[in-house]
């Protein structure tokens, strides 16, 4: 079973995107298991206060669905999901473009929203 890491600006894409993150993960990857950082949740809640009722982060459907996973090392969002994922070998969730490439440069599976509207695979930067 692939493992899926979940950044934060992914994750928002995802929801602004209205998009139905597990069929779509499946659809990629098949049966997929979710992790998120404890610092990922962190972030998405802040964010959660800046949003209004009309575009939630359904925050209650990413906590059931993932396992809450410690980074091998403390630091920057972006280097703790480098770290699992280079660990663990899981693929990340994300839009933000400097992490993409971190990623894709470690030989990880990025996925990433597209056209607004469905997730894909990066297979070239």
Do not use: F
């Not at 575009?55 to 906590?63: D, R, S």
């Amino acid at each position: 079973m692939q493992h899926v890491l979940i950044d934060a600006c992914g994750w928002v894409a995802c929801m602004d995107a209205q998009l139905n993150v597990e069929r779509e993960l499946e659809a990629l990857l098949g049966p997929c298991a979710w992790a998120v950082l404890p610092s990922v949740i962190e972030e998405l809640e802040r964010l959660q206060h800046q949003r209004t009722r009309s575009k939630p982060l359904l925050l209650n459907l990413l906590e059931q669905k993932s396992s809450v996973v410690e980074p091998p090392v403390k630091g920057h969002t972006d280097d703790e999901l480098l770290a699992l994922s280079i660990e663990r070998s899981w693929a990340v969730l994300t839009v933000d473009t400097v992490l993409k490439r971190r990623l894709y440069e470690a030989n990880i599976t990025v996925v990433e929203v597209r056209q607004n509207n469905h997730l894909a695979l990066i297979d070239s930067l």
